[in-house]
Nanobody, 123 residues
Framework: VQLVESGGGSVQTGGSLRLACVASGGTFSSGAMGWFRQALGKEREFVARIRWSTGTTYTADSVKGRFFISRDNAKNSVYLQMNSLKPEDTAVYYC?????????????????WGQGTRVTVSS
């Protein structure tokens, strides 16, 4: 399984970015895809996840109402629309895949990871 993220960049506070993650090399009709982020000197943290089959989403409280996860099954792609960005959103963002059916909010729940895409929000 290979996951490739794109869409990162530098924006000012209040701006928007849309991250994309394309998955290949496996079957993606079950399980879920997640977005995580890791700021400099901090642990990787959960942002959002979406189930391939149902589209059910779950978003971390820290970004709820600003970040929205979606998927396109035909393209094996997952997206993270990030609005009203804040300096504290600055991090490397990773997409990841899990075959599990639990809450899927922990790093350990995921077995495949992308290389990450950097997001920088300036004040």
């Amino acid at each position: 399984v290979q996951l490739v993220e794109s869409g990162g960049g530098s924006v000012q506070t209040g701006g928007s970015l849309r991250l994309a993650c394309v998955a290949s090399g496996g079957t993606f009709s079950s399980g879920a895809m997640g977005w995580f982020r890791q700021a400099l000197g901090k642990e990787r943290e959960f942002v959002a996840r979406i189930r391939w089959s149902t589209g059910t989403t779950y978003t971390a409280d820290s970004v709820k109402g600003r970040f929205f996860i979606s998927r396109d099954n035909a393209k094996n792609s997952v997206y993270l629309q990030m609005n009203s960005l804040k300096p504290e959103d600055t991090a490397v963002y990773y997409c990841a895949r899990t075959a599990g059916v639990g809450s899927n909010t922990q790093v350990k729940d995921y077995d495949y990871w992308g290389q990450g895409t950097r997001v920088t929000v300036s004040s």
